[in-house]
């Protein structure tokens, strides 16, 4: 087995790092609670997250961050609801102006403010002080929990073995359980290490005993029967909560996957970022050997939160595929993607770097096109009423063992024409778009073959990026 030492070194937070983030989330919390003070408004700010319990990993590094100072303003439980918001962002805001930084609000349960203060992400989230899980109020509340969860129960040493768990799942790709990764959050990794032990034992578990269904119930609340997910893990602050239900099939059996192969032959280079080769020439060459049709339909992304997008984004692209496939177009494979935070550096102002927003869903087709007709069942022979009204309407029809066929015309021939179609104001009530996307559809959409797409020269980086992948597979998950 390897030595874990060295990685630890680069992923572990210095001690003069520790320091810095330490202070500033000091400073950040005394100026809210003076705040407070002098506005005579009850609410104090605790650490909480990653930082509180010593689980991050180090900023000082190539790879995927893990640094977020997550602090909580909380209120006592007789606050309203209309107050903590109001109350919360205004403490809120104060703190990031007198701290010299930048801000902009987001939502989860209620809204919150993600800052920047001296290059370290903050996010400042108004919370209710609450003791136990029938207190909750919002979902966020509930951080107060996991973070004294695990501060009381993860033993000494085992913060390394977070750390280990993190890093290779944020380098296989597992990592991360917002909507558009669908994988493992901190508190998961967190309450792993606590039920198997260490960072081996974790992977070691995973491939000899995982599978759909597999539970895990620290505190024994013989409650992990309630849930229908992949992997079951009951949340000790609450046996009504699954911790793992944003976790998806896909990154459960990467994962696993992944384990399998670190423990048949252990590498150093799973905890670092995979140096990946791609260029526009290739990705051309093997979508044309493919001998598929795929094609890309873009258009811009309405101006709404990640979490908030990418479930739309996905729910739109499994509707297109189903209507496809209906329509008896077989799909070979599907996948989505947007450019959100993608800048463009060849423009000056740093303002306009920002690339304007866009969606991209890509089909890749076994079947394109379609004969005219197609064979339509009809009632069985027996079915004397329904024989007659359907003799009337297709008297072409014909007897198959002892139900009636017949002979219709196909709407649409080709996918191309299937998608246009659709994609306008009389077609698209047929098609479960998410509801910010419609606009932006009904509005402005491209409909692009790959082929052209990559036939253009300094096609844009990013886009390589996912066709890449698309054709690439868990590349990540082996090395």
């Avoid at 959100?340 to 306009?352: F, H, L, Y």
Wanted: with cysteine; charged share 30%; proline share 4%.
């Amino acid at each position: 087995m390897i030595d874990f030492k060295p990685i630890l070194k680069d992923i572990e937070p210095s001690k003069e790092e520790e320091e810095k983030v330490h202070n500033l989330a000091d400073k950040l919390m005394e100026i809210i609670n003076i705040t407070a003070q002098n506005e005579k408004i009850t609410a104090e700010a605790v650490l909480l997250g990653s930082v509180a319990k010593n689980t991050w990993i180090s900023s000082v590094d190539n790879g995927d961050k893990d640094l977020d100072i997550d602090i909580f303003i909380k209120f006592p439980l007789t606050t309203s609801s209309d107050d903590l918001k109001s109350l919360g962002l205004k403490l809120a805001k104060n703190c990031i102006e007198e701290a010299d930084g930048v801000y902009e609000e987001r939502y989860a349960s209620h809204p919150y403010l993600t800052g920047t203060i001296q290059g370290y992400q903050v996010d400042l989230v108004p919370c209710y002080d609450i003791q136990h899980s029938r207190e909750l109020k919002s979902a966020v509340d509930r951080t107060l929990l996991h973070t004294q969860y695990v501060m009381g129960n993860l033993k000494t040493g085992q913060e390394k073995e977070v750390r280990l768990l993190k890093r290779f799942m944020q380098m296989v790709g597992t990592y991360g359980s917002e909507f558009r990764v669908g994988g493992f959050s901190g508190y998961l990794c967190e309450l792993l290490v606590i039920y198997y032990g260490s960072f081996l034992e974790v992977l070691q578990g995973a491939w000899d005993e995982w599978k759909p269904g597999i539970q895990i119930d620290l505190l024994e609340y013989g409650t992990a029967d309630m849930f229908s997910e992949p992997l079951v893990v009951v949340d000790p602050t609450d046996g009504n909560r699954n911790v793992s239900a944003a976790l998806t099939l896909q990154k459960m059996s990467e994962f696993v996957i992944a384990a399998g192969n670190f423990l048949k032959k252990p590498e150093k280079s799973y905890f670092y970022p995979k140096v990946i080769k791609y260029n526009q020439k290739d990705i051309l060459e093997e979508f044309s050997q493919r001998e598929t049709t795929s094609l890309i339909l873009s258009f811009p992304a309405p101006n709404i939160p990640s979490d908030a997008l990418h479930p739309q984004i996905r729910k739109t692209e499994k509707s297109l595929v189903k209507i496809l496939e209906t329509e008896d177009f077989s799909v070979l494979g599907s996948d989505s993607w947007s450019n959100e935070g993608d800048v463009d550096e060849n423009i000056g102002n740093k303002e306009d770097q920002v690339k304007r927003k866009e969606v991209v869903i890509l089909l890749e087709m076994n079947t394109w096109s379609l004969p005219l007709f197609k064979k339509r069942n009809g009632p069985a022979i027996w079915d004397k009423s329904n024989t007659s009204k359907f003799l009337k309407k297709h008297p072409q029809s014909w007897i198959e063992g002892d139900q009636w066929k017949t002979l219709s015309e196909r709407e649409y021939q080709n996918v191309d024409s299937l998608i246009h179609g659709i994609l306008k104001s009389d077609g698209i009530r047929r098609f479960r778009v998410g509801k910010h996307l419609k606009k932006e559809i009904l509005k402005n959409y491209e409909l692009r073959d790959v082929i052209d797409v990559l036939n253009v020269e300094d096609a844009d980086k990013g886009l390589l990026e996912f066709l890449h992948h698309y054709l690439n597979k868990g590349e990540f998950l082996s090395r």
